[in-house]
């Protein structure tokens, strides 16, 4: 049986920068499994972009915006490699859409006050001002908005390119196609078993997302975690210059629906997307098919206000979110095997990812976590009370 210091499972977004992050410390008896090819589409880490913000409405996430900017300088200045992208941000507030509905602290004053308490600088902005700045946009005058010049775009799969390659610098194996069958505590370790061969480990980081629970099975826990068929759609517009990253920021719209969109990058095609409201599904029935409602209700929302970012549809494509009934973060070691330590991103984690890698090493090498985590231990009411509700951020 090949014997390991640590063993990875699942080589995403999460996974692939814990990788990284232990082979940097311990060399040539790390390994990465993957079930699938390396960079396949099956997951939640594909594609090119995903935005990166300080914009945070929630003081967990908050205090860990800034340092991820820092962990992505450090994977940047070791590969050489262009990850982030910085565009400055919108976050905008369709006030009267949004009249009546509970959106906690989802909101301009959520964000604003985050900015304020870590010192985070902002622009607070009328529709006036925004259209302005930025007359790609078309409003009804009631919309609030908030810029920040550090918002931008992280590549998503260049990102877990460059981690696994890293990783492989440092002496860490990478087995694609390999899908884990069971991981079993072993004494102190860990065995893991695929299909071809059984390893040990001293420690496990599992981040399989979608996959969580079937990987997990023989240690105990099932997590609550509900899978979304999520979805983007690319648009070939004609009017490039207009939406070319240096003119055109990443956005959010908080409005009836909640939606995310990107300036050209990555295709020759700017990119909305809706955040939350997927169908129901599992890793394993879910449809590539991309829905037509959503297809429909992306392009009326831009014809009403972002209408020369529309163009010919590129393509559509369809990710899946692994979402806890809290929809934060899992980054615990197991409470019963501590020598297992689980990851989920919760449909929203990429922006964190190389910090998180960072964390994960800390959980599976015995240290305390260089930033706070405690909201996302795996002993928490939303994970371990079955009456806790699905409180999903929308």
Known sequence: MDTYRAIVIGCGGLGSAALYRLASELGSRVLGLEQFDLGHSRGASQDHSRIIRLAQHQSEYAALASAAYKAWDEVEGESLQQIVTRTGGLVIEDRVARAGTATGSRNIEGYTAMFDHFGYAYELLDADDLIARWPQFRLSGSEKAIYQPESGIVDAARANAVHVSLAR?????VRANTPVRAVRPDGDGVVVVTDTDTYRADRV??????????VLAETGPRLPLTVLREQVTYYSTPHLAEFAPGRFPVFMWHGEHNFYGFPV?????TKLGQHMGGDETTADTRSFVPDDVRRERYAAFLDAHVPRFLGPELYSKTCLYTV???QNFVLDRLPEHPQ??????AGHAFKFAALI?????????????????DAFGIDRPALTDPSFPRSFHV
Do not use: F, K
């Open 169 to 173: 610098a440092h002496g860490a194996e």
């Open 205 to 214: 980081v599992v981040a399989s997302d979608a996959w969580t629970n079937q």
């Open 265 to 269: 990058y990555g295709e020759v095609a």
């Open 324 to 326: 806890p009934p809290d």
């Open 340 to 345: 297992i330590v689980v990851a989920n991103g």
């Open 357 to 373: 890698g960072q964390l994960l090493a800390d959980l599976a090498l015995d240290r305390e976590p260089s930033h706070p985590i």
